[in-house]
């Protein structure tokens, strides 16, 4: 019933202008990125033969697209989380998912999963961006998989606060506004630890990232991250029970 739901909050989505012109959108800029990075590369190739351990293609073209993807993403994604519950409290539809015989926690998983599916697929054509290299040079593995491992963790963790938020109103707007608010407050979370050694760094969303981006799979950063998408999305589930036994 999860992927029932799944394939039909999917489906609706790209029913919609509005996720074609966001994945248009995201993919115009990353294209931008990845080509002008490849193009500085280019400028420079000579140069890197003099230096010893010189950065490679994927350090210089590669992982910058990634992290301009997480701050885009940042601002992104409350777009597309906003409608997941809000919209069917809109339309007065939230009545009749409660009363089929699925539970909050399919609902809520289903959407969910329907999310991190799209987001896959954003995730997918950086992915497919990259390997387009290998037709002119050589690529860091190891560095290019943690890197899309920890992007697909990072907004993943977006998509389960994006829909827990959803769950609290009734106004789409308003869930993609206050999403991106609490988005922009771990921005400025991650802005203001500069110090190593600031406990801020343990609620830091970017700063986890940024082991990832480093070619750094940590056991705390995935542990992390596991534990906020679980803790919203239990969240999420609790919501909407709370509502069910309320009707």
Same mark, same amino acid.
């Given at each position: 019933m999860i992927f029932t739901i799944a394939g039909k909050e999917l489906r609706s989505m790209f029913a919609s202008p509005l996720a074609w012109a966001v994945l248009g959108f995201l993919q115009l800029v990353f294209a931008w990125i990845f080509l002008s990075r490849v193009d500085y590369f280019l400028t420079i190739q000579g140069q890197l033969g003099r230096v010893p351990n010189a950065p490679g293609l994927t350090e210089i073209a590669v992982v910058p697209v990634f992290g301009i993807a997480s701050i885009v993403l940042l601002m992104s994604v409350p777009l597309l989380t906003m409608r997941l519950i809000a919209e069917e409290r809109r339309n007065q539809t939230i009545a009749l998912l409660m009363s089929a015989p699925v539970s909050m926690?399919?609902?809520?998983?289903?959407k969910f999963v329907a999310m991190i599916g799209f987001l896959a697929l954003v995730n997918g054509l950086i992915l497919l961006m990259a390997l387009s290299l290998l037709a002119g040079g050589k690529l860091d593995f190891g560095l290019l998989?943690?890197?899309?491992?920890?992007?697909? =963790? /990072?907004?993943?963790? +977006?998509?389960?606060?994006?829909?827990f938020v959803s769950c609290l109103t009734s106004h789409p707007v308003v869930a993609a506004v206050l999403t991106l608010a609490v988005f922009l407050g771990l921005w400025i979370v991650n802005i203001a630890t500069s110090d190593p050694q600031s406990p801020l760094n343990l609620v830091s969303l970017l700063k986890h990232f940024e082991s990832f981006m480093n070619g750094a799979v940590a056991v705390t950063?995935?542990?992390?991250?596991? =534990? /906020?998408?679980?803790? +919203?999305?239990?969240?999420?589930i609790r919501r909407l029970d709370a509502d069910r036994l309320r009707a």
């Amino acid at each position: 019933m999860i992927f029932t739901i799944a394939g039909k909050e999917l489906r609706s989505m790209f029913a919609s202008p509005l996720a074609w012109a966001v994945l248009g959108f995201l993919q115009l800029v990353f294209a931008w990125i990845f080509l002008s990075r490849v193009d500085y590369f280019l400028t420079i190739q000579g140069q890197l033969g003099r230096v010893p351990n010189a950065p490679g293609l994927t350090e210089i073209a590669v992982v910058p697209v990634f992290g301009i993807a997480s701050i885009v993403l940042l601002m992104s994604v409350p777009l597309l989380t906003m409608r997941l519950i809000a919209e069917e409290r809109r339309n007065q539809t939230i009545a009749l998912l409660m009363s089929a015989p699925v539970s909050m926690t399919e609902i809520v998983l289903g959407k969910f999963v329907a999310m991190i599916g799209f987001l896959a697929l954003v995730n997918g054509l950086i992915l497919l961006m990259a390997l387009s290299l290998l037709a002119g040079g050589k690529l860091d593995f190891g560095l290019l998989a943690a890197n899309v491992i920890g992007l697909m =963790l /990072l907004t993943a963790s +977006f998509a389960a606060i994006g829909l827990f938020v959803s769950c609290l109103t009734s106004h789409p707007v308003v869930a993609a506004v206050l999403t991106l608010a609490v988005f922009l407050g771990l921005w400025i979370v991650n802005i203001a630890t500069s110090d190593p050694q600031s406990p801020l760094n343990l609620v830091s969303l970017l700063k986890h990232f940024e082991s990832f981006m480093n070619g750094a799979v940590a056991v705390t950063d995935l542990v992390y991250f596991a =534990l /906020l998408i679980v803790a +919203f999305v239990v969240l999420s589930i609790r919501r909407l029970d709370a509502d069910r036994l309320r009707a």
